[in-house]
């Protein structure tokens, strides 16, 4: 098991200097009832912030896979990582950063859009490579994928439509080549 | 239903005898029944205790594995039994002291509906156990359980709870008694090969230093490298101090040993921390007691620390090695290859620091707890066990009263639970029958779990249960008058009992102390009694001071040998 410090310059949601860090987890786990509340507790207790996170089980249904983006302090990560890796029901957690790795979430957004304008929003779906996934004479929900940089421009891009509601799944990661993740 | 079919909860017990465990201290209710049930209807060698209290449960079973490295078992049931375990359970987990508690539930068809002693303890103890079960299959059971044993006793020890609902332990068992265990993220047996290349860079610094000093902690005890230690300290002539929870890993007798360290250390081992260019921690955790202000510790020194718990690296202290890895095997392979050093002056050094700054007592203006503590240790010498409870006799007692073995020495370090020291002792002396067991306590503490006198009078323990009354909180009066310019607010216990009387209504014989003059001949008469407890009642003065002192937070230059003139200012540190 190899264990990635924070050495590497943490990525930021929303590009801006302000914001606190992000730090991708993947954490290899028993796939039992109870795992994600022993997780969370770990990382609540020391004051750190569950930005995103997805679930699901692994290719081998007794474990589960979950990438977990956390915000806070950088320095006390790499003693949380191995407090994570203690948890009994932990098989390892991992820190992956964007060299060593590569990041996607799913959007799927809702918006109003009148018939003049639906050319236009065909267009910005197409160009960030999406899909219309639902159609009515008033609005559509888009679903596109990509790393979280993308996500946020394509919201931009939809802000001039009336969004009515989005959904986002949280980034999930896998190690470049070779790697586990 | 044939003869020979067990249910769940027969399996349960069954696989407890299976594992060779000998006590089991519970307290009854309704969702545990079918439990207490097979603990009459399975033949084991199991004895079964029952506590007043399910907080005296888990610190018997706590006080039982200080004294043997064994863990014990406590059997509660749902609900409030379950929630009144959650103290001891802390207690046993800031400690690493290993623990089964087995909980009885509400039936699984019942869960999460506010049933009738439902409490989601799984849930509850998430962050004071090392690991924890809710029991959903019958036949699961004997897994379950010999998991949580392997957990408890291996690696860092520490608590495991298993929650078993009414209709688990209640259900036919169809299962294996003894299966393969699950615990694919659970590999303790990694710590017993340590990094050469890691051992090589810590002798190098250990061959070059002129004033060593080793930190004794618990992992040295759990991990049996007393011997080790040794060997490593009288090889290089290197002085020893301990942390709390580590007093008698190292003789205290011994000219190396300088006692415990810390916030009421000893002068001469605080000093020496202070003065070492090589910190050798075996074994601690760098609790916040023992370091002060953290980026002033041992600032220009070197630092080896080894642990079995990667977690602890880096958490408190950046040593300059790190070897995670068990102590013994470490131990083993630093010895090896070890040669003397020529520490005399350093030595001598510390040498004049003992004879400066020794441990004393005033012996005027009526009786002191030291006085009591030491005259006791004179009776009973460094081989008896003690257990302490929490607060200014604790500390007392850590100075005055010197260890000389692992296993000896029983107290709340990490928790700091008052409550601890008595039930703690019964726990060791139904461990240690044939050993001299010493509850020491202040009248706060134990009037906290004094409802076990029950316990020990009734199993006619030969404990000597020490109460040392201030009529006071004495610690918290004692950082009133420091820091919170003499203000007593929450700390004045009046109303205490005579507590000669109430031994008396259990059938406990008790001896008074009033006076200085009065405590050997009483101390000798109370340890005549062997049949059973003894209660020894000292009236100490009200308003004594712990000193050495580091005011939390402070730095371990900033200790305080004596009461201080002027006004301090408040702690900066944790509590």
Known sequence: ?181 | MSKNQLDGAQALIKTLDDLGIEYIFGYSGGAAIPIFDALVTVKTNIKFVLARHEQGCCHMADGYARATGKPAVVLVTSGPGAGNTITGIMTAQMDSVPMIIICGQQVTWMLGKDAFQEADIFGITIPVVKHNYLVKETDSIPRVIREAHHIATTGRPGPVLVDVPKDISSADFNGDMDPELDLPGYKPETSYTVDSDKIDEALQLIHKAQRPLVLAGHGIMISGADAELMELAETLRCPVTSTLLGKGVFPEEHELALGMLGMHGTAYANKAVCDCDLLINIGSRFDDRIIGQADKFCKDAKIIHIDIDPSEMNKMVCPDIEIVGDAKTTLTEINKRISGLDTEPWLNKIEGWKKKYPLSYRKQGGLRMQQVIDELYQVAGGDAIVSTDVGQHQMWAAQFYKTNASWKWLSSGGAGTMGFGFPAAIGAAFACPDQTVISISGDGGFQMTLFELATAALHKLPVKIVVLNNHYLGMVRQWQELFFDDRESGVDLEGNPDFCKLAAAYGIPSFNIKRPADVRRQLEKAFEITDGPVLIHAECVKTDNVFPMIPAGAALEDMLTEPPKGKLAKPTGST
Do not use: W
């Open chain 1, 1 to 181: 098991m190899s264990i990635v410090t924070t050495d590497n310059p943490p990525e930021s949601i929303t590009g801006t200097p302000q914001a606190p860090p992000v730090h991708t987890l993947s954490v290899f786990v028993n796939n039992k009832a109870g795992v994600l509340m022993r997780i969370c507790q770990v990382f609540a207790r020391r004051g750190y912030n569950i930005d995103s996170l997805v679930v699901s089980h692994g290719r081998d249904e007794h474990f589960s896979r979950m990438t977990i983006g956390i915000s806070g302090d950088p320095a006390g990560l790499e003693q949380i990582i191995l407090q994570v890796t203690k948890l009994i029901d932990v098989i390892h957690c991992i820190e992956h950063t964007s060299s060593d790795s590569v990041t996607k979430e799913l959007l799927l957004v809702k918006f109003i859009v009148a018939k003049k304008d639906r050319t236009e929003a065909l267009q910005i779906i197409d160009h960030y490579g999406g899909k219309t996934i639902d159609l009515t004479p008033t609005s559509m929900i888009a679903m596109l994928n990509g790393d979280t940089t993308k996500i946020d421009a394509a919201l931009t891009m939809f802000s001039q439509f009336e969004v009515i509601e989005t959904v986002r799944t949280g980034k999930v990661v896998m190690a470049r080549g070779e790697l586990a993740t």
